[in-house]
């Protein structure tokens, strides 16, 4: 009867390593492709934007570099993040990816408060701006965006992975950047509003700026350390306290090391005659099965484990 328990847990952690090792390389190969693609075009888009003299077009270009270092950070930190836990770093090399995703918000504020001061300049004189290739090539620019917010929306874990999320955030900003060099090129093209270039880069700035505010905030929250937002301590403390021979709660932590890995240590203080292994056993049971989070550290104390007041409270 042990054996058979034993043999489902191997093959659930078995089937647990393979599906993550799966995700990780669907991560991995969506960036690489993307990355390719999006630095290529950027060089184009960057020419494009000097010769065709649209802000718009430079702009987008910006944007378009900065998504290429987004998901040049991003794969790197997919590699470096798979590297094994040492005796020094203990969580391996995790974190990395969140310092490439602050990076990248870093990257993306300042970027978008040089575009919208470049704009300002450029309002109250439009300089001319050849509307038919900044046409063409903001098109082109829309269809490589399309592929590449498919591509690593469809191949990429967007909702569980920052820095994923983070790269595909670049890229909807572009895909709506180019949009509106495009509405841009048809006014320049069919009205002669060159003014329609800078307004057009200056909504892309605002686009960059809100996506790399959002990217900033929570890579921050997590190098602070702080509980993942769709976890509610309260309801962790009544779930624990639910569990028979419980009596009281204390030193409750929960943190992220990366997006998608979150961790728990909680004190719980338990009735002496209680079979501890069994409460150990239903908490980390509940906890795993109403949170997700796999990584908790529990440490039980009786009543005489617990002497001074201010460890316990």
């Known amino acids: 009867m042990g054996n058979s328990h034993d043999d489902h847990k191997n093959g659930h952690e078995h089937s647990h390593g393979h599906n993550h090792n799966h995700v990780h390389n669907a991560n991995k190969k969506a960036l690489t492709i993307s990355f390719f693609l999006i630095a290529g075009f950027m060089f184009v888009e960057f020419i494009g934007g000097y010769l065709t003299n649209s802000l718009a077009l430079i702009s987008d270009a910006g944007h378009m570099l900065s998504d290429a270092v987004a998901l040049g950070l991003s794969l790197s930190a997919l590699i470096f993040g798979a590297r094994a836990a040492t005796s020094s770093k203990t969580y391996g090399y995790k974190r990395f990816e969140i310092l490439a995703a602050l990076l ?17 300049e ?28 498919y591509i690593l929306h469809s191949q990429g874990s967007t909702k569980e992975n920052l820095n994923v999320r983070s790269a595909f955030l670049h890229v909807i900003g572009d895909l709506l950047g180019s949009v509106g060099a495009i509405i841009a090129a048809i006014l320049i093209m069919l009205f002669g509003w060159y003014i329609a270039d800078p307004i057009a880069s200056m909504i892309v700035s605002l686009l960059v700026l809100y996506s790399g505010w959002n990217v900033l905030k929570e ?18 403390i009544s779930i624990l306290k639910s569990i028979d021979g419980v ?20 004190h719980l203080k338990v009735r002496t005659e209680s079979d501890r292994d069994i409460i150990l056993e239903k908490a980390k049971r509940s906890i795993s099965k109403e949170f997700g989070i796999k990584h908790v550290t529990i440490q039980l104390e009786g009543r005489d484990i617990c002497p001074y007041e201010e460890t316990c409270n």
Do not use: C
Not at 125 to 148: A, C, K, Y
Not at 219 to 236: G, H, R, W
């Open 104 to 120: 990248n918000g870093i990257v993306l504020v300042l970027l978008s408060i040089f575009i919208f001061k470049e704009a300002i």
């Open 122 to 149: 450029r309002l109250s004189s439009p300089p001319h701006v050849i509307g038919r290739g900044m046409m063409i090539i903001s098109i082109v620019g829309l269809v490589i965006n399309i592929i590449v917010a």
């Open 219 to 236: 890579s921050v929250n997590i190098l602070m350390e702080a509980k993942p937002s769709n976890i509610d301590s309260e309801q962790v």
């Open 247 to 266: 009596e009281d709660i204390h030193d409750l932590h929960i943190w992220m090391i990366t997006s998608d890995f979150s961790v728990m240590t909680v």
